[in-house]
């Protein structure tokens, strides 16, 4: 009898998993139950309503793809994640309808201890304004991504040397300056040869305070990836690089405790794992 009731709950659980209800109380079929950790970001495939359906997690509108047969969309957590579970909503005017549902978990980050250059956490204030007005650029950029992808294939790391330091760990600098580290150094020597992770558009391609001469490229879809501390860059904006192409020579600009590539990578404003994307999408196109 106990064993018989046991089962039932079990069956229970699962129909409740599968269904859900949407906004005008019609009960439908969830497909997908997404686990995704804080600094991640996850690739979804749902099926198309109308061309004008508007893609919303939480309350981010999230760009969206036609994939043929369905739509793909990238869906990113936040580092700084509050870890509260969320659906993502495909609605146009008519219909409303749940595409995927994300579990969020936990994940423990390390911690490390770093020297830089004081001038470079203290700032003076001709840098606060060079700052001020970096990131004014930087912000019109990031708003500005294209509405298909650029690449239809993984992103790859760009090197494949040592990692000297992943993505999420927790910094001190100086004994005292506390940050996190939303990014992946890769060990490099001055003028290592530095490849784009994916097909993409070069954005910006200059100087920066913190992170030395950059290239930014944009991948579509709100997908861009960063490439820091250059010694030099050997791109310009506007132009459409393929995986793999040269885009800079590695160096020891900006803030660093000496030569490396740091590499980021943002979804939506947010920055997450570049490791963990470029295996997810190797899964995903089965590379
Ligand atoms: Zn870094």
């Given at each position: ?140 950029i ?61 954005v910006f ?10 290239v930014i490229l ?6 861009f990836?960063v ?61």
């Open positions: 009898m106990f064993k018989s009731s046991h089962s039932l709950t079990i069956i229970f659980s699962i129909l409740l998993m599968a269904c859900s209800t949407d906004s005008n109380g019609k009960n439908t079929k969830t497909t997908q139950r997404i686990i995704i950790h804080p600094g991640e970001a996850r690739f979804i495939l749902f099926d198309k309503i109308s061309s004008s359906g508007k893609l919303t997690c939480r309350d981010k509108e999230y760009k969206y793809f036609d994939n043929g047969s369905q739509y793909g969309a990238f869906i990113a957590e936040s580092y700084f994640s509050e870890m509260n579970d969320f659906d993502c909503i495909l609605s146009d005017d008519k219909t409303s309808k749940i595409v995927a549902s994300f579990n969020v978990v936990k994940k423990k980050f390390p911690e490390e201890k770093l020297k830089v250059d004081s001038r470079k956490i203290t700032l003076r204030k001709k840098d606060q304004i060079r700052v001020a007005k970096e990131q004014e650029v930087l912000n019109k990031y708003a500005s991504s294209a509405s298909s992808p650029y690449f239809q294939t993984s992103f790859m790391a760009p090197l494949n040397s040592h990692i000297t330091s992943i993505y999420g760990i927790k910094r001190t600098y100086n004994k005292q300056h506390k940050g996190q580290h939303l990014g992946t150094d890769f060990r490099a020597a001055i003028g290592d040869k530095i490849p784009a992770a994916n097909r993409g558009k070069v391609s200059g100087d920066l305070f913190y992170t030395g001469w950059t944009d991948h579509g879809l709100d997908i990836t490439y820091g501390h250059l010694s030099k860059t050997l791109v310009e904006s506007g132009q459409i690089v393929q995986k793999g192409d040269l885009i800079g020579l590695s160096g020891n600009t900006g803030r660093t405790s000496g030569p490396h590539l740091h590499w980021g990578v943002k979804i939506v404003g947010q920055y997450i794992d570049g490791i963990d994307l470029s295996e997810h999408t190797k899964q995903f196109y089965k590379e």
